[in-house]
T-cell receptor, first 114, second 113 residues
Framework: NAGVTQTPKFQVLKTGQSMTLQCAQD?????MYWYRQDPGMGLRLIYY???????DKGEVPNGYNVSRLNKREFSLRLESAAPSQTSVYFC?????????????FGSGTRLTVV | SQQGEEDPQALSIQEGENATMNCSYK?????LQWYRQNSGRGLVHLIL?????REKHSGRLRVTLDTSKKSSSLLITASRAADTASYFC?????????????FGEGTQLTVNP
């Protein structure tokens, strides 16, 4: 099934632990994005990658780092997790920046930091 | 900060009725998109309308855009229980040169059988 695959689907971390969220797309899209979604709020952009080899900060980048490993993969790393990073994380991809044809989203990673 | 603001926050209707959701935004845009999110799932792209378009249709969906009022509406006709979901508008702002979408907070639609 073509699309965006995120791993893991669920994760519980202790404060201060680190982890990497993985994202891969098989649609040959150029651009990839990481968003977080908190209850009662829309999606907020953490980082994005317009094309392979480039990354840029979004609205809420603090506490996160990203790597565009190749055209298919875009990972999000939490170096020292904090309770404020408890959220649902979505990876998305698009053929062009801003998705003239729309974004394709993964099914999300539910992260709890205790 | 949120660019798009959906109205209402929640909407409950009976199957067969029409559902209308509104989105207001603040800055000039290149296009506006609507997405659906079923509970516990990722967002799914529904429809895109460009800034020079006023109305667009896709199946039971009708989207309008009024750039003078900086607002858009999504109409779902003859709703079904399967339409129950959250609906988000997303804007491609001219200011950010098309580099990413900004999402609103969403409207939770419940269609009762």
């Amino acid at each position: 099934n073509a699309g965006v695959t995120q791993t893991p689907k669920f994760q519980v971390l202790k404060t201060g632990q680190s982890m990497t969220l993985q994202c891969a797309q098989d649609m040959n899209h150029n651009s990839m994005y990481w968003y977080r979604q908190d209850p009662g709020m829309g999606l907020r952009l953490i980082y994005y990658s317009a094309s392979e080899g480039t990354t840029d900060k979004g609205e809420v980048p603090n506490g996160y780092n990203v790597s565009r490993l190749n055209k298919r993969e875009f990972s999000l790393r939490l170096e020292s997790a904090a309770p404020s990073q408890t959220s649902v994380y979505f990876c998305a991809s698009s053929e062009y920046l801003t998705g003239v044809k729309g974004y394709t989203f993964g099914s999300g990673t539910r992260l709890t930091v205790v | 900060s949120q660019q798009g603001e959906e109205d209402p926050q929640a909407l409950s209707i009976q199957e067969g009725e029409n559902a209308t959701m509104n989105c207001s935004y603040k800055t000039s845009i290149n296009n506006l998109q609507w997405y659906r999110q079923n509970s516990g799932r990722g967002l799914v792209h529904l429809i895109l309308i460009r800034s020079n378009e006023r109305e667009k249709h896709s199946g039971r969906l009708r989207v309008t855009l009024d750039t003078s009022k900086k607002s858009s509406s999504l109409l779902i006709t003859a709703s079904r229980a399967a339409d129950t979901a959250s609906y988000f508008c997303a804007t491609d702002e001219e200011e950010t040169s098309g580099s990413r979408l900004t999402f609103g907070e969403g409207t939770q639609l419940t269609v009762n059988p």
